[in-house]
Nanobody, 127 residues
Framework: QVQLVESGGGLVQAGGPLRLSCVSS????????MGWFRQAPGKERELVAA???????????YYADSVKGRFTISRDNAKNMVYLQMNSLKPEDTAVYYC?????????????????WGQGAQVTVSS
């Protein structure tokens, strides 16, 4: 059974940094692509960033336009961890952030393509 556990959420002032971490267990972590989603109150869950497996020639990443240049996704296969470094945070980044895993090696973009989910971590950015 695959389990994902996030940590690192909290309250931060606008312009500040925050790093989310997610540890995976239950299968070979490096084979599968991972993603970070967020969901603000009254809004749909959206993909913020994603990273491919390390089975290909090179690792691919994806960022939503709203976070490009501010957020960085990375993975440490030795530790079964995926991270989301968030810099220059804005109040509109306030949401519950979810770590998610696919059953594929390539990046996926839709919620339904992610088979496993963490419990969510609240990120609140004050103005």
């Amino acid at each position: 059974q695959v389990q994902l556990v996030e940590s690192g959420g909290g309250l931060v002032q606008a312009g500040g940094p925050l790093r989310l971490s997610c540890v995976s267990s239950g299968r070979i972590f490096s084979w599968y692509s991972m993603g970070w989603f967020r969901q603000a109150p009254g809004k749909e869950r959206e993909l913020v960033a994603a990273i491919s497996s390390t089975g290909g020639i090179s690792i691919s990443t994806y960022y939503a336009d709203s976070v490009k240049g501010r957020f960085t996704i990375s993975r440490d296969n030795a530790k079964n961890m995926v991270y989301l470094q968030m810099n220059s945070l804005k109040p509109e980044d306030t949401a519950v952030y979810y770590c998610a895993a696919t059953n594929h090696g390539t990046i996926r973009f839709k919620v339904e393509e992610y088979a496993y989910w963490g419990q969510g971590a609240q990120v609140t950015v004050s103005s």
